[in-house]
């Protein structure tokens, strides 16, 4: 069993920042790669971004590529989601989750274990 812990959501004004982490434990952190998803109201979840286990590989949806970074600390057990320049919809309730390989994983299907969320509002 793998247990995840979202934190650092909030509300934050457009153009501005914020740092999501997920804290794991379970199973050993790096024998697994993590991704972050989001659901805003009324949508389905879809994919934000992904890391593989060692942190050399990574991936993000288009909507945020070049505004999010997603990286690891496996001596920390903890994923991150260093967020910049959010937009109003980039409001959402965001999810880690973890992926039983060792390899990116770009849908919620290939994810075993989920966190709670925590939620981001990008509201003036």
């Known amino acids: 069993q793998v247990q995840l812990v979202e934190s650092g959501g909030g509300l934050v004004q457009p153009g501005g920042s914020l740092r999501l982490s997920c804290a794991a434990s379970g199973r050993t952190f790096s024998s697994y790669a993590m991704g972050w998803f989001r659901r805003a109201p009324g949508k389905e979840r879809e994919f934000v971004a992904a890391?593989?286990?060692?942190?050399?590989?990574?991936y993000y949806a288009d909507s945020v590529k070049g505004r999010f970074t997603i990286s690891r600390d496996n001596a920390k057990n903890t994923v991150y989601l260093q967020m910049n320049s959010l937009k109003p919809e980039d409001t959402a309730r965001y999810y880690c989750?973890?992926?039983?390989?060792?390899?990116?994983?770009?849908?919620?299907?290939?994810?075993?274990?989920w966190g709670q969320g925590t939620q981001v509002t990008v509201s003036s």
């Open positions: 890391i593989s286990w060692s942190g050399g590989n990574t």
């Open positions: 989750a973890a992926r039983l390989d060792y390899g990116l994983g770009f849908s919620e299907y290939e994810y075993d274990y």
